[in-house]
């Protein structure tokens, strides 16, 4: 079946690091990719999405490309503020997100000032 | 807009009691609601889907019997766990799509359950 690997946390940042949060998917079709966000306290937020090969999705400074050749969708932002401490995680759906969503098991991230 | 709640945020029962999770969105009508199990550093598993007005769909290996879904309205979708244990204990999280065909789904922010 369909499964979503993306790397273990927690992940620990000074304010301003770069940050990459890895992800890997295996599926038969070609499935849409999903970066979401759960903040303390909060449910869990659509942070960016891409539906075919090559697309980019980005969003408040995150980007993610959709790379079919490595069945990759990395997360990454150049600069990281303290706001963005969470739990990030990567999504599929073999029908848009419509219906069933598949996850990985969420990275921590703490960003220190 | 497009929020959900969820009710209640954490509750604590013997086992086995029955506990229900609502799970609203708030301002916006939601034709498909989703529910989500998530043990501790592991992944969301989704259990069941609930569109308004019909049975729910469960997936492989969750006990529709012992997890009883309603989705009675738009607004509304309600999870029972009947005669919990201590291995029903565990993060139970809801989503819901909008009536106008989007395709994302908005998150509940979870209900802890603990059984005794």
């Known amino acids: 079946g369909d499964s979503v690997t993306q790397m273990e946390g927690p992940v620990t940042l000074s304010e301003e690091a770069f940050l990459t949060i890895n992800c890997t998917y295996t599926?038969?079709?070609?499935?849409?990719l999903f970066w979401y966000v759960q903040y303390p306290g909060e449910g869990l937020q659509l942070l960016l999405k891409a539906t075919k090969a090559d697309d980019k999705g980005s969003n408040k400074g995150f980007e993610a490309t959709y790379r079919k050749e490595t069945t990759s969708f990395h997360l990454e932002k150049g600069s990281v503020q303290v706001s963005d401490s969470a739990v990030y995680f990567c999504a599929l759906s073999d029908q848009g997100g419509s219906e069933k969503l598949v996850f990985g098991k969420g990275t921590k991230l703490t960003v220190n000032p | 807009g497009a929020v959900v709640s969820q009710h209640p945020s954490w509750v604590i029962c013997k086992s086995g009691t029955s506990v229900k999770i609502e799970c609203r969105s708030l301002?916006?009508?939601?034709?498909?609601m989703f529910w989500y199990r998530q043990f501790p550093k592991q992944s969301l598993m989704l259990m069941a889907t609930?569109?308004?007005?019909?049975?729910?769909?469960?997936e492989q290996g969750v006990e529709k019997d012992k997890f009883l879904i309603n989705h009675a309205s738009l607004t509304l979708s309600t999870l029972t766990v009947t005669s919990a244990h201590p291995e029903d204990s565990s993060f139970y999280i809801c989503?819901?799509?909008?009536?106008?065909?989007?395709?994302?789904?908005?998150f509940g922010p979870g209900t802890r359950l603990t059984v005794l």
């Open positions: 989503s819901a799509t909008r009536a106008s065909g989007s395709d994302t789904q908005y």
């Open positions: 609930s569109n308004e007005g019909s049975k729910a769909t469960y």
């Open positions: 599926a038969t079709g070609y499935p849409s």
């Open positions: 301002d916006f009508q939601a034709t498909t």
